[in-house]
């Protein structure tokens, strides 16, 4: 530890099992061997004093660069969060009437002047549940793409066409899209 020339910390584990003086004297003898950035005593299995090791851990880490801009809140791109927006209000609006498996593909994506043009299908496993996602005379398709179109408004800062079609593929989950 002397020749890495980098802070030590010591963690003494297991304070819930030991008497004060044991502890005590375990600290002592250690500090005696060598001085430590810090000394932490911890029961990780009780969760004690655990968030004091990391915060220790993160003092002493050097500040990374920054690899996105600050006010970027993602590295998905666009097209992904435009897929995972149409599939969040699809699984809202579904509820319980259609099991978790399906997923969204951006089939086209265009930006136009003020306005994107975007095709996406919404895969499901079974043709009884494509029924279910369209709706009596395509209303729940419609709420989803009310919902969905409005969120990607937001998103995208300009008028959204979108276009959603339902397709069934069986196994899907099972290979790539």
Request: hydrophobic fraction near 40%.
């Amino acid at each position: 530890m002397k020749a890495a020339k980098k802070p030590v910390i010591l963690i003494i584990n297991k304070i819930d099992r030991a008497e004060e003086s044991e502890i005590e004297e375990t600290e002592k003898l250690y500090r005696g061997a060598f001085d430590f950035y810090k000394v932490i005593r911890i029961s990780a299995l009780r969760n004690k004093r655990v968030k004091a090791v990391m915060d220790a851990v993160f003092e002493l880490l050097p500040e990374g660069p920054n690899y996105y801009d600050e006010d970027t809140v993602t590295d998905q791109p666009v097209r992904q969060i435009v897929a995972e927006i149409v599939r969040e209000k699809a699984l809202r609006l579904l509820s319980e009437e259609v099991p978790h498996g399906i997923a969204v593909t951006i089939e086209s994506m265009k930006p136009g002047k003020n306005r994107w043009d975007i095709e996406a299908s919404i895969i499901c496993e079974k043709e009884s549940h494509k029924g279910i996602i369209i709706g009596k005379k395509g209303a729940m398709l419609k709420k989803i793409w009310t919902e969905a179109r409005l969120d990607a408004e937001k998103l995208l800062e300009a008028h959204v066409n979108l276009k959603l079609w339902v397709k069934v593929r069986e196994n899907w989950k099972d290979s790539e899209l």
